[in-house]
């Protein structure tokens, strides 16, 4: 078992989204600008989907399946061996 505390920052972004300046980044004449999200952020409703969208190409890239029952339920089976792993995401 294992907890991530910054999963949700590591999701790409598929559309461009904007916001604010953050408080103590605001660059002096240019107040009216906007930063432009790269990665998912805390609060942002897309990453969740985002961060498990990465989630699942990597454990692809690494050989696991999903199984149909489960999107969260993945596994790999080798000769002699096989893998189970299970995600739960506790802070939707």
Not at 26 to 48: F, H, I, M, T
Request: aromatic share 14%; charged share 35%; glycine share 6%.
């Amino acid at each position: 078992q294992m907890d991530v505390k910054t999963t949700f920052l590591h999701g790409d972004l598929e559309e461009e989204i904007y916001m604010r300046q953050p408080d103590g980044f605001l660059v002096k004449g240019k107040e009216d600008y906007v930063c432009r999200l790269r990665k998912g952020l805390y609060g942002l409703k897309q990453a969740p989907r985002q961060w498990y969208k990465k989630f699942e190409s990597v454990m692809c890239e690494q050989g696991y399946k999903k199984t149909t029952s489960d999107h969260c339920f993945v596994r790999k089976f080798s000769e002699n061996d096989y893998i189970i792993l299970l995600l739960y995401v506790d802070d939707m």
